[in-house]
Protein backbone atom coordinates (compact mmCIF):
# COMPACT_ATOMS: atom_id res chain seq x y z
CA UNK A 1 0.00 0.00 0.00
CA UNK A 2 1.41 3.24 -0.73
CA UNK A 3 1.62 5.29 2.06
CA UNK A 4 -0.05 9.25 1.79
CA UNK A 5 2.29 11.99 1.96
CA UNK A 6 2.40 13.08 5.69
CA UNK A 7 4.31 16.11 4.77
CA UNK A 8 3.30 19.57 4.36
CA UNK A 9 6.10 20.78 2.20
CA UNK A 10 9.15 18.92 0.96
CA UNK A 11 12.23 20.26 -1.01
CA UNK A 12 14.74 17.84 -2.91
CA UNK A 13 17.76 18.64 -4.21
CA UNK A 14 17.58 22.05 -4.34
CA UNK A 15 20.50 24.05 -5.91
CA UNK A 16 20.71 27.57 -6.08
CA UNK A 17 23.90 29.20 -7.23
CA UNK A 18 24.71 33.58 -7.42
CA UNK A 19 27.73 33.75 -9.97
CA UNK A 20 30.10 30.77 -8.74
CA UNK A 21 28.34 31.21 -4.99
CA UNK A 22 26.94 28.35 -3.83
CA UNK A 23 23.73 29.23 -1.82
CA UNK A 24 21.98 25.55 -1.63
CA UNK A 25 23.69 23.16 -2.82
CA UNK A 26 21.36 19.84 -3.04
CA UNK A 27 19.15 21.01 -0.19
CA UNK A 28 16.97 18.39 0.95
CA UNK A 29 14.24 18.70 3.78
CA UNK A 30 10.36 18.35 4.61
CA UNK A 31 8.39 20.36 7.08
CA UNK A 32 5.58 18.78 9.11
CA UNK A 33 1.59 20.00 9.05
CA UNK A 34 0.97 21.37 12.14
CA UNK A 35 4.54 21.66 13.78
CA UNK A 36 7.06 24.68 14.21
CA UNK A 37 9.75 23.49 12.72
CA UNK A 38 13.45 25.52 12.97
CA UNK A 39 16.08 25.95 10.33
CA UNK A 40 19.30 27.09 11.83
CA UNK A 41 22.71 27.29 10.68
CA UNK A 42 25.42 30.07 10.12
CA UNK A 43 25.42 33.88 8.04
CA UNK A 44 25.21 32.26 4.65
CA UNK A 45 24.57 29.14 5.02
CA UNK A 46 21.40 29.51 2.52
CA UNK A 47 18.52 29.83 4.89
CA UNK A 48 16.83 33.39 3.51
CA UNK A 49 17.72 31.58 -0.09
CA UNK A 50 15.57 28.65 0.53
CA UNK A 51 12.39 31.18 2.14
CA UNK A 52 12.98 32.83 -1.09
CA UNK A 53 12.40 30.01 -3.02
CA UNK A 54 9.63 29.13 -1.39
CA UNK A 55 7.76 32.64 -1.56
CA UNK A 56 8.39 32.36 -5.42
CA UNK A 57 11.02 35.41 -5.11
CA UNK A 58 13.80 33.10 -6.30
CA UNK A 59 14.08 30.29 -8.81
CA UNK A 60 16.11 27.83 -7.70
CA UNK A 61 18.78 25.88 -10.69
CA UNK A 62 17.35 22.67 -9.41
CA UNK A 63 15.54 20.34 -7.66
CA UNK A 64 11.64 20.62 -6.90
CA UNK A 65 8.95 21.55 -4.40
CA UNK A 66 6.36 19.51 -3.41
CA UNK A 67 3.53 21.18 -1.34
CA UNK A 68 0.44 18.67 -0.77
CA UNK A 69 0.04 16.34 -3.61
CA UNK A 70 1.94 18.44 -6.29
CA UNK A 71 5.29 18.53 -7.63
CA UNK A 72 7.11 22.59 -8.26
CA UNK A 73 10.27 23.03 -9.89
CA UNK A 74 9.87 26.57 -8.99
CA UNK A 75 6.91 28.68 -7.38
CA UNK A 76 6.39 32.42 -8.69
CA UNK A 77 4.90 35.26 -5.60
CA UNK A 78 1.39 34.56 -6.78
CA UNK A 79 1.36 31.25 -6.54
CA UNK A 80 3.09 31.20 -2.75
CA UNK A 81 0.31 33.12 -1.62
CA UNK A 82 -2.64 31.23 -3.47
CA UNK A 83 -0.89 28.28 -2.26
CA UNK A 84 -1.03 29.64 1.42
CA UNK A 85 2.48 30.31 1.79
CA UNK A 86 2.67 33.88 4.05
CA UNK A 87 6.41 35.08 4.56
CA UNK A 88 8.07 37.45 7.16
CA UNK A 89 11.50 38.64 5.16
CA UNK A 90 14.11 38.85 7.18
CA UNK A 91 14.56 42.54 5.65
CA UNK A 92 11.02 43.16 6.49
CA UNK A 93 10.18 44.04 2.60
CA UNK A 94 8.10 46.84 4.15
CA UNK A 95 7.31 50.24 1.58
CA UNK A 96 9.10 52.75 3.75
CA UNK A 97 7.22 55.54 2.48
CA UNK A 98 3.93 53.79 3.47
CA UNK A 99 2.18 53.57 6.74
CA UNK A 100 1.27 51.15 8.69
CA UNK A 101 -2.31 50.08 7.11
CA UNK A 102 -0.97 50.48 3.62
CA UNK A 103 1.72 47.97 4.41
CA UNK A 104 -0.39 45.45 6.16
CA UNK A 105 -2.61 45.68 3.01
CA UNK A 106 0.20 46.35 0.57
CA UNK A 107 -0.35 44.27 -3.07
CA UNK A 108 -3.73 42.77 -1.38
CA UNK A 109 -5.32 46.10 -0.48
CA UNK A 110 -9.30 46.74 0.16
CA UNK A 111 -11.19 48.15 -2.58
CA UNK A 112 -14.72 49.58 -2.70
CA UNK A 113 -15.65 50.29 -6.42
CA UNK A 114 -12.90 51.82 -8.16
CA UNK A 115 -11.42 53.06 -4.82
CA UNK A 116 -9.42 51.94 -2.20
CA UNK A 117 -11.53 51.43 1.22
CA UNK A 118 -9.05 53.15 3.52
CA UNK A 119 -10.85 53.61 6.01
CA UNK A 120 -11.75 50.03 6.24
CA UNK A 121 -8.07 48.93 5.91
CA UNK A 122 -7.11 51.66 8.61
CA UNK A 123 -9.98 49.97 11.21
CA UNK A 124 -8.93 46.33 10.56
CA UNK A 125 -5.51 47.06 10.71
CA UNK A 126 -6.13 48.61 14.23
CA UNK A 127 -7.57 45.56 15.66
CA UNK A 128 -5.73 43.11 13.95
CA UNK A 129 -2.98 45.33 15.60
CA UNK A 130 -4.89 45.10 19.10
CA UNK A 131 -5.95 41.31 18.87
CA UNK A 132 -1.59 40.74 18.06
CA UNK A 133 -0.90 43.69 21.37
CA UNK A 134 1.23 45.15 18.66
CA UNK A 135 1.61 48.84 19.54
CA UNK A 136 1.54 51.55 16.96
CA UNK A 137 0.79 54.89 18.16
CA UNK A 138 0.22 56.59 14.95
CA UNK A 139 -1.10 54.22 11.87
CA UNK A 140 -0.57 57.01 9.22
CA UNK A 141 3.13 57.55 10.03
CA UNK A 142 5.17 56.41 7.49
CA UNK A 143 7.04 52.76 8.27
CA UNK A 144 10.27 54.77 7.42
CA UNK A 145 9.79 56.39 11.00
CA UNK A 146 8.95 53.39 12.67
CA UNK A 147 11.43 51.59 15.25
CA UNK A 148 12.86 48.58 14.23
CA UNK A 149 10.84 46.61 16.83
CA UNK A 150 7.65 48.11 15.16
CA UNK A 151 8.04 47.62 12.02
CA UNK A 152 8.77 44.03 12.35
CA UNK A 153 5.51 43.77 14.15
CA UNK A 154 3.89 45.35 10.97
CA UNK A 155 5.88 42.76 9.03
CA UNK A 156 4.23 40.29 11.26
CA UNK A 157 0.71 41.30 11.40
CA UNK A 158 1.01 41.51 7.27
CA UNK A 159 1.60 37.93 7.48
CA UNK A 160 -0.87 37.10 10.13
CA UNK A 161 -4.13 38.80 8.40
CA UNK A 162 -4.93 35.79 6.30
CA UNK A 163 -5.02 32.40 7.82
CA UNK A 164 -1.75 30.94 6.32
CA UNK A 165 -1.30 27.21 5.68
CA UNK A 166 2.41 27.59 6.60
CA UNK A 167 3.95 30.99 8.08
CA UNK A 168 7.24 31.87 7.72
CA UNK A 169 9.23 33.58 9.94
CA UNK A 170 12.95 34.91 8.85
CA UNK A 171 14.50 36.11 12.14
CA UNK A 172 11.51 37.40 13.57
CA UNK A 173 12.96 39.29 16.32
CA UNK A 174 16.36 40.55 14.71
CA UNK A 175 15.51 43.73 14.95
CA UNK A 176 13.47 43.87 18.27
CA UNK A 177 14.16 44.51 22.10
CA UNK A 178 13.02 42.49 25.71
CA UNK A 179 9.69 43.20 25.88
CA UNK A 180 8.63 43.34 21.66
CA UNK A 181 10.69 39.72 21.44
CA UNK A 182 8.67 38.67 24.19
CA UNK A 183 5.42 39.81 22.65
CA UNK A 184 6.38 37.80 19.58
CA UNK A 185 6.95 34.83 21.30
CA UNK A 186 3.60 35.06 22.75
CA UNK A 187 1.93 35.48 19.32
CA UNK A 188 4.17 32.53 18.18
CA UNK A 189 3.20 30.53 21.04
CA UNK A 190 -0.33 31.13 20.98
CA UNK A 191 -0.85 29.86 16.70
CA UNK A 192 1.24 27.02 17.83
CA UNK A 193 -1.36 25.83 20.55
CA UNK A 194 -3.56 26.46 17.67
CA UNK A 195 -1.26 23.90 15.48
CA UNK A 196 -0.66 26.45 13.37
CA UNK A 197 2.34 25.15 11.07
CA UNK A 198 5.47 27.70 11.18
CA UNK A 199 9.04 27.77 9.91
CA UNK A 200 10.77 29.86 11.59
CA UNK A 201 14.70 30.97 11.06
CA UNK A 202 16.81 32.31 13.78
CA UNK A 203 20.14 32.59 15.20
CA UNK A 204 19.19 32.55 19.03
CA UNK A 205 18.92 28.76 19.80
CA UNK A 206 17.23 29.54 23.26
CA UNK A 207 14.56 31.21 21.28
CA UNK A 208 14.06 28.22 18.78
CA UNK A 209 14.12 25.51 22.04
CA UNK A 210 11.36 27.90 23.56
CA UNK A 211 9.57 27.34 20.58
CA UNK A 212 10.17 24.85 17.48
CA UNK A 213 8.96 20.99 17.78
CA UNK A 214 12.05 20.36 15.16
CA UNK A 215 15.60 21.56 14.15
CA UNK A 216 17.13 21.38 10.35
CA UNK A 217 21.21 22.39 10.80
CA UNK A 218 22.06 24.15 7.46
CA UNK A 219 25.71 24.08 6.66
CA UNK A 220 27.19 25.84 3.36
CA UNK A 221 24.10 25.34 1.29
CA UNK A 222 23.33 21.43 2.50
CA UNK A 223 20.95 20.16 5.59
CA UNK A 224 23.60 18.18 7.77
CA UNK A 225 21.10 16.92 10.47
CA UNK A 226 18.03 17.57 11.91
CA UNK A 227 16.84 16.92 15.21
CA UNK A 228 13.64 16.65 17.93
CA UNK A 229 13.94 19.52 20.04
CA UNK A 230 12.89 17.35 22.82
CA UNK A 231 15.45 15.19 22.04
CA UNK A 232 18.62 17.86 21.82
CA UNK A 233 20.13 20.81 23.74
CA UNK A 234 21.35 24.49 22.09
CA UNK A 235 24.57 23.21 23.47
CA UNK A 236 24.58 20.00 20.69
CA UNK A 237 23.16 22.03 17.83
CA UNK A 238 25.95 24.87 18.34
CA UNK A 239 28.44 22.39 17.88
CA UNK A 240 26.76 20.82 15.19
CA UNK A 241 26.79 24.59 13.21
CA UNK A 242 29.99 25.24 13.95
CA UNK A 243 31.86 21.90 13.92
CA UNK A 244 29.17 20.23 11.07
CA UNK A 245 27.77 16.20 11.87
N1 LIG B 1 21.17 38.06 -4.40
C1 LIG B 1 22.36 37.52 -4.12
N2 LIG B 1 23.43 37.75 -4.90
C2 LIG B 1 24.63 37.19 -4.64
N3 LIG B 1 24.87 36.38 -3.60
C3 LIG B 1 23.84 36.11 -2.78
C4 LIG B 1 22.54 36.67 -2.98
N4 LIG B 1 21.71 36.22 -2.00
C5 LIG B 1 22.47 35.41 -1.23
N5 LIG B 1 23.74 35.36 -1.68
C6 LIG B 1 24.83 34.56 -1.10
O1 LIG B 1 24.34 33.25 -0.90
C7 LIG B 1 24.80 32.72 0.34
C8 LIG B 1 23.60 32.35 1.20
O2 LIG B 1 22.94 33.55 1.59
P1 LIG B 1 21.66 33.56 2.52
O3 LIG B 1 21.18 34.97 2.57
O4 LIG B 1 20.72 32.53 2.04
O5 LIG B 1 22.28 33.13 3.93
P2 LIG B 1 21.60 33.08 5.37
O6 LIG B 1 21.78 31.69 5.87
O7 LIG B 1 20.22 33.61 5.29
O8 LIG B 1 22.54 34.07 6.20
P3 LIG B 1 22.19 35.04 7.43
O9 LIG B 1 22.15 34.17 8.65
O10 LIG B 1 23.34 35.99 7.46
O11 LIG B 1 20.90 35.73 7.14
C9 LIG B 1 25.70 33.79 0.93
O12 LIG B 1 27.03 33.50 0.61
C10 LIG B 1 25.23 35.06 0.27
O13 LIG B 1 26.26 36.01 0.19
MG1 LIG C 1 19.28 35.23 6.15
Known amino acids: MIQSN ?38 GSGKSTLIKILSGSLIPDSGSIILGEKHY ?13 RVVYQDLSLDNYKNSYENIFLGEEL ?24 QIPDLSEDVGNLSGG ?26 MGISETE ?12 KRSILIISHNLFQVFDIADRIFILKAGKCIGSVLTKDSSPDEIHHLIKWGA
Request: proline share 3%.
Open 183 to 194: SVFRILRDLKAE
Open 73 to 85: QHLKPRNSVDLGI
Open 150 to 175: QRQGIALARALRQEARLLILDEPTAA
Open 6 to 43: TFLLEVNDLCKKFNHIVALDHLSLQLRQEEVTAIVGDN
Open 111 to 134: KCGPFLAKRRMALEAKQLLADLQI
